[in-house]
């Protein structure tokens, strides 16, 4: 009983996925799965799931970062900016992911050491970093992508069909998505942050440095938006004002939609931000192919279809956190897991 | 009324949930000015008993009376009007409510007129209760501190603005430091000579004796027999309980201090404001030095301290031989020092994770390899010989450590240090909410560490504890050391007492 009721915790975000794919397969004719389709869909969730494995971090420690998406737009239009000023094209890769890590770096700072609510300080970095997006775009007016760069839009295999979707630039998401699955999950970066999550004060007590993993997680979270910036600027070929807007919202509810919860915790890995992010992209492409987004309708479809499957996830989890709060002495605890207690065979002074 | 000789009757009371039988079969009987000790294993079934008095759960089958009246409760109110209040084991309290709001939560329509609720009539009567029975007063919209022993008293002042006739109190006492115990029993004696009775739970036995007039001992959920107080020993009660011979020490044998020359901590002028004055002291290899005081002499305070995570004001804590001063806590969990806060639930363990996650928290900085590399295989092989050393009850490593009961969660919480190669292990409270058995294995478990060489700081609020295990105890007061006893004749529950107060 115990087993089955975490397990359902973990396997709601599994079920939404598959439905919502089945049902937008069967819907579209199959068109969903062709392969031009899922490469479509891939490229679609790069940038969900770059920025989604260093929000991540921050989300498990029980903290939100909403300026993921305008940190993107910034160190996209900061970089393009100065490449062009600098007339070197590579330039760019170094400064977006600086310039990026800076941000995170400086809500992290606010966050662990003036104890600002991260909501409440991303959410003034949300609005605030996008009047400078503004004039920084308006400086450079009309920017592209320096064609020094579009190899990385290349297939690999340029002669094999089958592998076109297989880009320099996917990659390089390869690479980053591997990193940031090892950092997380088997590092003491991401086991620590899920303490920080779980309870701030045992990891404290333990010798956490607390205030350093704060930090450490917000410039995580700011160099993926860096990284995610040059993915988009790759995929949209250069900057504009809207860039990364809505970037954060899609973001968290990809990091929720995969089960993690709100609180962070244990309940937060990396594959859920995965799966999250594919199913949030399924759906908004799903959307587009049963040809509903020219709709009115689209988009709220897509918010009551976010809606029910996050509603699922945490019937799932509520379920099991009532299961969890037994009394000291309440043998109903035991009838779950089945051990008798009494520690019977503990005496043996 | 009816006629009654009995304030209290239980006949034949079944509980169960879903496969595990909580009560069987169940007959007690509660005299008017009855003290009644209710003692058995974690899971016995003691506390589903008093649930069960208290309208919190309902029974199976069997029957209750309570003066000579059939008594069903439906739910905790219910009972408060029967005359039953009851202290819960889990804390109670709404922190974010003044305090005169939370002793009258569930019964504020008396002082609601027109949907506003009268204030002071409030106050006045929440101070009117603590008066009444000698507890400490609080200031206008005075908010609980959050504080456990703080919270108990006001769990208890609200059972007690019940004006019930039976009280129950599950496992108060050791959430409360000395000097409120003290006023605990008095509340106790007083109810004895209104005519009204207790049942209480505890694990300390000693305890129970000393204040109880007669025990009733659970096993597996069923009764195993009544005793009266006068007539038994913490022997008996104690096999009664297990249903074997407990045998062995439990406490330290030897009468001297045992340890070696080597100082490990050096404690110089420790000041932390409200809490700690000028605390100075040293720790040797293979000592364990004990802190006792009452609830605001800052014991508390000094294992924090010492393990770098409070700003202190003046004063420094170093590690002698490394010569390494103690700024933080990564500082201390890098150099080899433990420590086991009082809070189990709230300052130790991460209730919603596994085993797993807990038992190697504090060995992540040691586990790795190159790169970072905690590797899963290494993590799983220190759980589970964590679990078989420690005869941890579980279904796995992978097991949520709050469906484990308060002894095993508190061997996890030990055992996770003592896998270490420790220099330092400071342990606050580490028997509470624990029963005979885990306590005695936790005694072994110091002494063990003694052996090894391992420098203790024990901080308890149970005196005979600190008495039987450490070598030398530093008595403290209003934040300060008063005097500082060595193992040996003087070293009795009077002479500490004496200081403390």
């Known amino acids: 009983m115990n087993k089955f009721m975490s397990k359902l915790q973990d396997i709601v975000p599994i079920i939404a996925f598959v439905v919502v794919l089945l049902f937008f397969t069967v819907k579209s004719d199959g068109r969903m799965l062709s392969a031009f389709n899922i490469s479509l869909l891939i490229e679609q969730s790069i940038i969900i799931v770059l920025i989604g494995c260093g929000m991540l971090f921050v989300v498990a420690q029980g903290s939100i970062d909403l300026s993921v998406g305008v940190n993107l737009a910034f160190s996209g239009v900061i970089s393009m900016w100065a490449s062009e000023q600098l007339e070197s094209p590579y330039l760019m890769i170094p400064i977006a992911i600086i310039v990026g890590l800076l941000v995170g770096i400086l809500n992290g700072v606010i966050v662990a050491k003036l104890k600002v609510p991260s909501f409440m300080l991303t959410l003034a970095m949300l609005i605030g970093l996008r009047g400078i997006v503004h004039k920084i775009q308006f400086k450079i007016n009309v920017s592209y992508l320096s064609p020094d760069l579009y190899w990385l839009n290349k297939p690999v295999f340029e002669d094999v069909e089958r592998l076109q979707f297989l880009t320099y630039k996917m990659i390089v998401f390869i690479v980053i998505l591997a990193i940031m699955y090892y950092v997380f999950e088997f590092t003491r970066v991401g086991r620590n942050s899920q303490a920080i999550g779980e309870n701030e004060i045992v990891a404290k007590y333990v010798g956490i440095r607390v205030d350093i993993m704060k930090i450490a997680a917000f410039g995580l979270s700011g160099m993926m938006s860096g990284c995610a910036a040059l993915f988009s600027i790759l995929n949209v070929g250069g900057t ?39 199913t949030i992209t399924i759906i908004v492409n799903g959307l587009a192919l049963i040809s509903l987004s020219q709709t009115e309708v689209s988009q709220s479809v897509e918010g009551v279809l976010l809606l029910l499957i996050l509603f699922a996830t945490i019937i799932a989890n509520q379920r099991n956190a009532r299961r969890i709060t037994p009394l ?22 | 009324m009816s006629e009654y000789n009995n304030l209290l009757e239980i006949r034949g009371l079944y509980k169960s949930f879903g ?7 169940v007959d007690f009987t509660l005299k008017p000015g009855e003290i009644r000790g209710l003692i058995g294993e974690n899971g016995s079934g003691k506390s589903t008993l008093l649930s069960q008095l208290a309208g919190i759960y309902g029974h199976d089958a069997g029957e209750m009376f309570v003066k000579g009246e059939p008594y069903r409760p439906e739910s905790p109110l219910d009972a408060n009007r029967a005359g039953i209040a009851m202290v819960m084991q889990e804390l109670g309290v709404i922190e974010k409510l003044p305090i005169a709001i939370n002793m009258f939560l569930g019964r504020l329509d008396k002082f609601t007129t027109a949907g506003v609720i009268n204030r002071k009539m409030l106050r006045d009567s929440a101070n009117a209760v603590l008066t009444k029975w ?8 005075a908010m609980p501190s959050g504080a456990i022993e703080h919270n108990k008293i006001i769990e208890l002042a609200r059972a007690l603005s019940v004006e019930p006739d039976i009280l129950l109190l599950d496992e108060i006492t050791q959430s409360l430091s000395l000097n409120n115990r003290t006023k605990l029993y008095k509340i106790m004696n007083r109810f004895k000579a209104m005519g009204k009775s207790v049942i209480v739970i505890t694990h300390d036995i000693e305890e129970m004796i000393a204040i109880t007039d007669s025990i009733t001992v ?17 022997e008996k009660v104690r096999y009664m309980m297990v249903g074997r011979e407990i045998s062995g020490d439990y406490y330290r044998a030897d009468r001297a201090p045992d340890y070696r020359d080597e100082v490990v901590v050096t404690a110089e002028h420790l000041t932390i404001p409200g809490e700690v004055e000028d605390l100075s002291f040293e720790v040797h290899r293979g000592e364990i ?18 393990y770098g995570l409070s700003k202190l004001k003046g004063g420094s804590v170093r590690l002698t031989a490394k010569d390494i001063t103690v700024k933080n806590g990564a500082v201390a969990l890098k150099h080899h020092m433990a420590y086991v806060p009082k809070d189990r639930d709230n300052e130790a363990l991460m209730l919603h994770a596994r085993i797993i996650d807990n038992a190697t928290l504090p060995s992540l900085g040691i586990l790795r390899s190159a790169l970072d590399f905690l590797s899963p295989r290494k993590l799983k092989k220190l759980s589970n010989e964590m679990i078989a050393k420690l005869t941890v009850k579980t279904t796995g490593y992978a097991q949520n450590i709050d469906a484990l009961s308060g002894g095993n969660k508190q061997k996890i919480n030990l055992g996770r240090w003592l896998a270490k190669d420790l220099d330092v292990l400071i342990l606050d409270c580490p028997t509470r909410g624990v029963d005979v058995g885990v306590k005695a294995y936790i005694y072994q478990l110091m002494k063990e560490a003694k052996e090894q060489g391992i420098a203790m700081i024990l901080i308890s609020d149970e005196l005979t504890e600190v008495i039987g295990m450490a070598d030398n105890l530093i008595v403290m007061k209003d934040g300060r050391p008063v005097r500082s006893i060595t193992r040996g004749d003087s070293f009795t529950e009077q002479s500490v007492i004496e200081v403390m107060i």
């Open chain 1, 240 to 278: 504009s004002q809207t860039m990364g807007s809505f970037t954060e919202m899609k973001v968290a509810m990809a990091i929720f939609l995969g089960g993690v919860l709100v609180t962070g915790g244990v309940t937060a890995r990396m594959y859920k931000v995965i799966l999250g992010s594919f």
């Open chain 1, 328 to 349: 000291d002495d309440d043998p109903e605890e035991n009838a779950l897991t089945g051990s008798a207690e009494g520690n019977g065979a503990v005496v043996k002074v």
């Open chain 2, 19 to 25: 496969s595990t039988k909580a009560n069987i079969n």
């Open chain 2, 134 to 141: 000698e507890l400490p007063g609080f200031g206008k919209n």
């Open chain 2, 218 to 234: 659970l096993r597996d959920g069923e009764v195993v027999g009544d005793v009266l107080t006068a007539e038994t020993t913490a």
């Open chain 2, 289 to 306: 030095l004990g802190f006792c005081g009452l609830s605001d002499s800052g014991i508390h305070s000094v294992g924090k301290a010492v």
